[in-house]
């Protein structure tokens, strides 16, 4: 199976300020069809996890222009540009190219 | 309105069997390449992937809980059941039903269930 790792696990950004999340998994998530099955969910507190990005870089119907993917292969990044209390919560990566596997969170906190 | 429900007991015993059952509304479990997936989150961790099913009864299992996991779906009731075997407190997590299929993956969501296992 795949493993997905993020890093850092916890990231503390004053509000304004940008923040990335590294994703890197163990296989590539390029398909033989061209597409990369790279996806971004934040889940904030207390609620169900919500899709933010999909296929690397393509932000889900409103999703604010903050928020960034990119990456290939096996490397990915999540950035949030001008940080905002509402952006709060555990960002996880999920790969879709072989089953589906998730990777470990990072938790995003405002100082 | 696209919704998802998770339903099913909220405390099963270990070695007891676990059926949960997830309610859709605003969308049909018969439009090709539609699905429904089941995840889960134990208290404080990460998500888990278990289980889809897609509207041609095409069924894929996580390969760790494969043994233990059937998904099924009740077309005409919009419903898809989950049932897990053997249940053991490592199995005591938020579990949550998402949609997959014709638009990117778990677009949507329920509000999840809590399952303990305990006896």
């Known amino acids: 199976d795949i493993v997905m790792t993020q890093t850092p696990l916890f990231l503390s950004v004053s509000p304004g300020q940008s923040a990335s999340i590294s994703c890197k998994s163990s296989?590539?998530?390029?398909?033989?069809?061209?597409?990369?099955?790279l996806y971004w969910y934040l889940q904030k507190p207390g609620q169900s996890p919500q899709l933010l990005i999909y296929?690397?870089?393509s932000r889900f119907s409103g999703v604010p222009d903050r928020f960034s993917g990119s990456g290939s292969g096996t490397d990915f990044t999540l950035k949030i540009s001008r940080v905002e209390a509402d952006d709060v919560g555990v960002y996880y990566c999920m790969q879709g190219v072989h089953l589906l596997t998730f990777g470990g969170g990072t938790k995003v906190e405002i100082k | 309105q696209v919704t998802l429900k998770e339903s099913g007991p909220v405390l099963v015993k270990p070695t007891e069997t676990l059926t949960l059952t997830c309610t859709v509304s605003?969308?049909?479990?018969?439009?090709?390449?539609?699905?429904v997936s089941w995840i889960r989150q134990p208290p404080g961790k990460a998500l888990e992937w278990l289980a889809h099913?897609?509207?041609?009864?095409?069924?894929t299992y996580s390969t760790s809980l494969k043994t233990r996991l059937t998904i099924s779906k009740d077309t005409s009731n919009r419903q898809v059941i989950l049932t897990m075997t053997n249940m053991d407190p490592v199995d005591t997590a938020t579990y949550y039903c998402a949609r997959i299929g014709s638009s990117p993956p778990f677009d949507y969501w329920g509000q999840g269930t809590l399952v303990t296992v305990s006896s």
């Open positions: 605003g969308f049909s479990l018969s439009i090709p390449r539609m699905g």
């Open positions: 296929e690397v870089s």
């Open positions: 296989q590539s998530l390029l398909h033989s069809n061209g597409k990369t099955y």
């Open positions: 099913i897609f509207s041609n009864d095409e069924k």
